[in-house]
């Protein structure tokens, strides 16, 4: 016989196939084998029919196509006799799904083997229902099915009920026809029929909202007594698992349990003592006794149990942390953090065993018990977890520590009522894991100090310690170069000891020389580098006789590869050489920071962070690139050099957007920026001696060069660059983590009588658009002028998604209101208003100047215009 012939036994086939050594000789027999048959197929051989069905399941199990032998399996359901009946209906589960147009063709053999003589046939017909029903043979075979529940066979009533099953998923409306069936089958000795029966309601209750009252009122009592009657059976060979009597049936009852008596205190109370029951005498030190358990505590924890009864749950899950089954100990972590917001004194009692699962070698169980701490955590022994997990962080693996040192930090911070305790223990966290804090963080702590006068000499103290033993650390090195640089003084001279404290002898070089070692390791990155420059500028105003050391140290980076650290050396280098004059009044220390405006915003942009609008540069700074969401509703891209192109800009890189709501370029604010002084309040040109060191700060960082940009922003004035409500502007931001990374909030000047003196102008007009503006001055401030700009369509169809943008150089200052509407009519019916405030900061000298840009979208079509201003009257 051939060997790939219609005749070709199963086996042979199989052993063929497996013969095989590569690939592409498997794809040879298989494809010569789907030829033969085929060739059977297409010559209608009824001998063989079964032996190729059964060839071609066993080569759809490989992934080969066998949709050509689909019309077999409806042959063989035809069939009367059961072996081909048996074969029809396994090809037809395996070979086609619900999906199939053919499956329509075989809802009548189905019917008539659902009404057959033969137990097995029917058999056969329900496997099939419920592996492949689709909705339409749901609704028509659904009474044969409903009938087939009364059946006296207990195998067809089992296999008729997970049926049902299908049935209800497939079209819930069905629901009610099942539901008196269902509650029949509880009645059943049979655990088979118990069981099925049992899921059957279960999923009568998560359909309908009429069965679950039905099955609630009459079948709480049964499933009662089928629980109690299971767990207080004897020995029963037939359905023992490691001395449990039917683990599964316990289970599916103790789930439908949990459903009944969810919400409802009447069908809670009938099962609290059954519940009780089944936590206390299951034993625990098998995995059967284990799996029910755990549906026990589920279900006390699921209903309107008693609180004795969730003490006793928890007390379960507190015993399941002390098993050696890594697995068990998840499970139990997974439902303590669900169950403790319902009782948290009970998951408090196991607070030591949660500690140790934070020790756990698997990884999973680690992170799962730090949150649940995290959840434990209150204002009495926020103290005592605070200790313990820090003494663990000394020896924790390092690929936790990041996590750990996350839940650490925020537990300090949320419960800390002492600042000496906080500082103490944020000290602590960056001398052991300084290189996993958050930038946020440690922003935080120099806020706290710069809030804490009385502790300032205390803290500077503790860094330079810390710093001595951990400077591989670099959060620490931050924070403490920052503090030496702001109080060296009192580290030198034991300014502020505290009665606990040890004073310590530090000599103005000690201190040099720390900040020396930070600058020079290898390890240290470019905004360590030059906050360390920072410091050791501010140390040679306060240790004068330092300063020429300090300025070979500072000299030496001149030629930096890095460009930032480059001209801050030869800034730095100047200051010192050639401007000793104002170097004091540059280099006062920093006012102190607003503590709680910086919370604020911190937890403003926290939440921006989670909600993903925000991704994370490597350095741990936190970068837009989502859309910008302006107050009219249209959302704005990022500026991108396309906007730069609007004036022209001489620059490689983009603007930035500004991390301060402050709109400026004034020289003055961008040495407040860079070395943390405030100089606006210096009297106006021509009183006092303001004038002298404005010029002497400018010739200093010789304003008016574009630097050529490589890694962070350097400082540079380019001009000013403003869309609707964001203002966008190339502030000059030299690494602003440095000395002053917070935004102080400005304070806000009472309104002034404003007067109209000017015309208003056409600023723009073609075809389609036309912008008017308007212009109003403030009496006190010549240098400003508020311009209000009004937009009109000119053309028959209507403007959406709105945005103007504007530009201007850079010795003007520029601001956007939000606009009235983003949305401009047709015919002049309606018009847009938007206000620009500007300042002009050489007001008499130059004009004013501005080039603009409308992008807007005509019948989803995007549209741009663009012009240039230059008939602004003259005086602004």
């Avoid at 650290?565 to 102190?592: C, D, G, N, W, Y």
Wanted: proline share 5%; aromatic share 6%.
């Amino acid at each position: 016989m051939n060997p790939f012939s219609s005749g070709t036994r199963l086996r042979d086939m199989i052993r063929s196939i497996r013969a095989c050594k590569t690939a592409a000789e498997e794809r040879a027999v298989v494809r010569k084998e789907c030829a033969a048959i085929r060739a059977a197929i297409s010559e209608n051989d009824q001998d063989y029919r079964h032996r190729n069905l059964a060839k071609l399941m066993f080569i759809h199990m490989l992934g080969y196509p066998t949709h050509f032998g689909q019309m077999e399996c409806l042959k063989l359901i035809a069939a009367s006799g059961f072996p081909e009946k048996r074969i029809g209906y396994l090809g037809l589960m395996l070979l086609l799904d619900e999906r199939q147009e053919v499956l329509m063709l075989v809802t009548n053999s189905l019917k008539q083997d659902l009404n057959h003589s033969n137990q097995y046939i029917v058999g056969l017909a329900l496997c099939a229902l419920g592996n492949i029903c689709s909705a339409e043979m749901a609704r028509d075979l659904a009474p044969e099915v409903e009938r087939l529940l009364n059946s006296r066979d207990p195998n067809i009533k089992k296999k008729a009920a997970l049926c049902s099953i299908r049935i209800i998923r497939k079209v819930p409306d069905l629901s009610e026809n099942f539901m008196y069936p269902a509650a029949s089958l509880l009645k059943e000795k049979h655990h088979g029929v118990l069981i099925s029966g049992v899921q059957l309601c279960t999923e009568l209750c998560k359909a309908s909202r009429d069965a679950l009252e039905h099955i609630r009122r009459n079948c709480t009592d049964v499933l009662v007594r089928i629980l109690k009657d299971v767990s207080n059976s004897s020995y029963a060979p037939e359905y023992d698992i490691a001395g449990i009597t039917d683990p599964f049936l316990h289970i599916r009852v103790l789930r439908l349990l949990r459903i009944l008596g969810q919400e409802d205190a009447d069908s809670s109370e009938a099962m609290n003592d059954i519940l009780a029951q089944v936590a206390t005498k299951t034993e625990s030190n098998k995995n059967a006794g284990n799996a029910i358990l755990y549906e026990c505590v589920e279900t006390i924890m699921g209903i309107e149990a008693t609180s004795g009864l969730r003490v006793l749950a928890i007390n379960i899950l507190g015993r399941f942390l002390s098993n050696r089954d890594n697995n068990i100990r998840y499970v139990a972590l997974n439902i303590l953090m669900r169950v403790i917001s319902v009782d948290t004194q009970a998951v408090q009692r196991h607070r030591t065993t949660i500690l140790e699962c934070v020790k756990d070698t698997d990884a999973s169980i680690r992170k799962r018990a730090l949150e649940l701490v995290f959840l434990l955590v209150n204002d009495t022994n926020a103290k005592p977890l605070t200790k313990q997990l820090i003494d663990y962080l000394q020896v924790s693996d390092p690929d936790f520590k990041e996590d750990l040192t996350d839940k650490i930090c925020l537990i300090v911070e949320k419960f800390s009522q002492e600042k000496l305790w906080y500082l103490d223990h944020m000290f602590k966290v960056l001398s052991l894991a300084g290189n996993y804090v958050k930038d946020d963080v440690w922003h935080a702590l120099i806020v706290s100090i710069s809030n804490a006068p009385d502790l300032q000499g205390y803290s500077v103290r503790s860094l330079y310690r810390a710093l001595q033993a951990s400077i591989e650390q670099e959060s620490l090195v931050r924070v403490a170069v920052w503090c030496i640089g702001e109080y060296g003084e009192m580290l030198v001279s034991n300014i502020g000891c505290l009665d606990s404290e040890e004073p310590i002898t530090v000599t103005e070089s000690d201190a040099i020389d720390l900040v020396e070692l930070a600058l020079k390791r290898h390890t240290t990155d470019t905004t360590t580098r030059a906050m360390c420059l920072v410091s050791l500028l501010k140390l040679s105003s306060r240790f004068p006789p330092t300063s020429e050391r300090v300025k070979e140290i500072v000299t030496h980076h001149k030629g930096n590869v890095e460009l930032e650290l480059q001209q801050r050396s030869i800034e730095f280098a100047s200051i010192i050489q050639r401007h000793a004059s104002i170097k004091s009044t540059l280099l006062e220390r920093m006012p102190v920071l607003d503590e709680a405006s910086y919370l604020t915003k911190r937890a403003g942009s926290t939440q921006t962070t989670a909600s993903g609008d925000s991704k994370s540069t490597p350095s741990g700074d936190s970068k837009t690139t989502s859309a910008i969401k302006v107050p009219n509703g249209v959302a704005k891209p990022p500026p991108s050099v396309s906007m730069a192109n609007l004036i022209d800009f001489s620059i490689d890189d983009p603007p930035v957007v500004p991390t301060s709501n402050t709109t400026t370029s004034d020289p003055l604010n961008f040495i407040n920026d860079l070395i943390g002084i405030d100089l606006s309040s210096s009297p106006p040109s021509g009183g006092g001696s303001a004038p002298t060191v404005s010029a002497d700060i400018m010739d200093l960082i010789n304003i008016g060069s574009t630097p050529v940009q490589n890694g962070p922003p350097a400082s540079s004035p380019f001009p000013t660059m403003t869309t609707k409500s964001a203002v966008l502007e190339t502030k000059p931001t030299p690494l602003p983590d440095l000395l002053d990374p917070f935004t102080l909030t400005p304070s806000l000047s009472p309104p002034v009588e404003e007067k109209s003196e000017y015309k208003s102008i056409t600023a723009f007009q073609s075809d389609s658009l036309k912008i008017t503006f308007s212009f109003k001055k403030q009496q006190e401030k010549p240098q400003d002028t508020l311009i209000h700009a009004t937009f009109t369509n000119l053309s028959s169809n209507a403007y959406t998604d709105f945005i103007f943008q504007a530009a201007v150089p850079k010795f003007v200052q520029l601001h956007l209101k939000p606009a009235s509407s983003n949305t401009l009519p047709a015919n002049e019916n309606g018009t847009i208003t938007q206000d620009l405030t500007v300042t002009n900061t050489q007001h008499g000298q130059k004009p004013l100047a501005m080039r603009i840009r409308m992008s807007y979208k005509v019948n989803n079509n995007e549209k741009q215009e663009q012009g240039q201003i230059n008939n602004f009257p003259s005086g602004l």
